[in-house]
């Protein structure tokens, strides 16, 4: 099965709303990062995680490794943060594993 | 944000025909990894190098591509006979590996097998 599932797998957004992106691990996840790709196929970078929270303007990150999730929270949604959004965690090992993608379109 | 140089941008070949594509990692950055994201946005792990060795691979890299990461000159990921099949973005990420593995990507090599 999925071993990084995230939810929801698409959404939209009135500008200026906020929202929750999610992933459930069944690996025993060390680490997570989140990513944001962009219509050209970039992968941007706005999280890496341990246990724990990160803030970086208006996202917010959480990764809580006993319960095998981690979350992302947009706040106060603009039109530049449409794209997909990826979750990936790794298990000591160094390998990365993806979960399917959140597509988000933020509209005026 | 990422300084991972991944060519060539896009590559057009042949069914059988091999494909070949280069990743630059991120100054000091000793793991690379190589993963390929199909038209459904799923992510395939395909090998990881740190350094010039190999870490993990699954089976179809063994069987049918060529990777390397020479000292001193830029990773490669080769496809030796292309398949319709292999159509994807191929994605190269470099990491300090150890404790802080944050991956950097590249912009990714796309390929179309016609």
């Known amino acids: 099965g999925d071993k990084v599932k995230q939810s929801p797998s698409a959404l939209s957004l009135q500008e200026g709303t906020n929202s929750a992106l999610r992933c459930n691990f069944s690996i025993a996840a060390t680490t997570v990062q989140w990513f944001l790709q962009n219509p050209r196929g970039s992968l941007i970078n706005l999280f890496y995680?341990?246990?724990g929270t990160k803030e970086n303007g208006r996202l917010k990150s959480a990764f809580d490794s006993k319960e095998s999730y981690s979350t992302l929270h947009i706040r106060d949604a603009q039109l530049e943060d449409s794209g997909t959004y990826f979750c990936?965690?790794?298990?000591?090992?160094?390998?990365?594993?993806f979960g399917a993608g959140t597509r988000l379109k933020v509209i005026a | 944000n990422s300084k991972v140089i991944q060519t060539p941008r896009y590559l057009v070949k042949g069914q059988g025909q091999k494909a070949k594509m280069r990743c630059i990692p991120e100054k000091g950055h000793p793991v690379v990894f190589w993963y390929q994201q199909n038209k459904n946005n799923e992510f395939k792990f395909l090998i990881n190098?740190?350094?010039?060795?190999?870490?993990?691979q699954i089976d179809m890299t063994e069987k049918r591509f060529s990777a390397e990461c020479p000292s001193n000159s830029p990773c490669s990921l080769e496809i030796q006979s292309s398949e319709a099949g292999d159509s994807a973005l191929y994605l190269c990420?470099?990491?300090?590996?150890?404790?802080?593995?944050?991956?950097?990507f590249g912009a990714g090599t796309r390929l179309s097998v016609l």
């Open positions: 995680l341990v246990p």
């Open positions: 990936a965690a790794a298990g000591g090992n160094y390998k990365y594993v």
């Open positions: 990420a470099s990491s300090l590996g150890g404790r802080v593995n944050t991956l950097y």
């Open positions: 190098f740190q350094n010039q060795e190999v870490l993990q």
